[in-house]
Antibody
Framework: EVQLLESGGGLVQPGGSLRLSCAAS????????MSWVRQAPGKGLEWVSL????????YYADSVKGRFTISRDNSKNTLSLQMNSLRADDTAVYYC????????????WGQGTLVTVSS | QSVLTQPPSASGTPGQRVTISCSGS????????VNWYQQLPGTAPKLLIY???QRPSGVPDRFSGSKSGTSASLAISGLQPEDEADYYC???????????FGGGTKLTVL
């Protein structure tokens, strides 16, 4: 059974940093691209970042480029998102996801972790 | 402002058929496949349609998807109260080099 478990969310002041983690199990982690998707309170879904299975390719939404860094540790089946220079509009539930654009009929999402940026 | 455009709301009565549109451009829907997600309050999105018109295992055949040019549609027939949820379209965008979502459509079952 595929499981994605996010952690690391919490309250942080504007300008601060936070590191999110996602523990993956139930599939061959290193063979799959992974994404972070966020959802601000009462708002829609916003894709944040994607990393290839090997970690060699990364992609970012313009809204986070230069501030967020996605990475993965395939030896530990862990996906991470380092978030720096946080702003109030980064406040959202952050989801870790496998196959956001599904081509094989499956897409898996974690339960999400809440990041609140406020003074 | 979302790259993919969806109506903010839709509604129907039980048993009716409703459709939700998703409009994009040549760099996203026009050249890549569309996924549709259903999100119930307080839960993670659930894949409803992939590759424009394919249903994952377990999704009722009341749900169907289509694509034409730079637009896509989700149709729900035989509307049921449990279909009340938010629906999102998504596609890869070749110009932005990323995934783009629609703004979401809140479906109300009257």
């Amino acid at each position: 059974e595929v499981q994605l478990l996010e952690s690391g969310g919490g309250l942080v002041q504007p300008g601060g940093s936070l590191r999110l983690s996602c523990a993956a199990s139930g599939f061959t982690f290193s063979s799959n691209a992974m994404s972070w998707v966020r959802q601000a309170p009462g708002k829609g879904l916003e894709w944040v970042s994607l990393i290839s299975g090997s970690g060699g390719s990364t992609y970012y939404a313009d809204s986070v480029k230069g501030r967020f860094t996605i990475s993965r540790d395939n030896s530990k089946n862990t996906l991470s998102l380092q978030m720096n220079s946080l702003r109030a509009d980064d406040t959202a539930v952050y989801y870790c996801a496998k196959s956001v654009i599904a081509v094989a009929g499956t897409s898996y999402w974690g339960q999400g972790t809440l990041v609140t940026v406020s003074s | 402002q979302s790259v993919l455009t969806q109506p903010p709301s839709a509604s129907g009565t039980p048993g009716q058929r409703v459709t939700i549109s998703c409009s994009g451009s040549s760099s996203n829907i026009g050249s890549n496949s569309v996924n549709w997600y259903q999100q119930l309050p307080g839960t993670a999105p659930k894949l409803l349609i992939y590759s424009n018109n394919q249903r994952p295992s377990g999704v009722p055949d009341r749900f169907s998807g289509s694509k034409s040019g730079t637009s896509a549609s989700l149709a729900i027939s035989g509307l049921q109260p449990e279909d009340e949820a938010d629906y999102y379209c998504a596609a890869w965008d070749d110009s932005l080099n990323g995934v783009v979502f629609g703004g979401g459509t809140k479906l109300t079952v009257l």
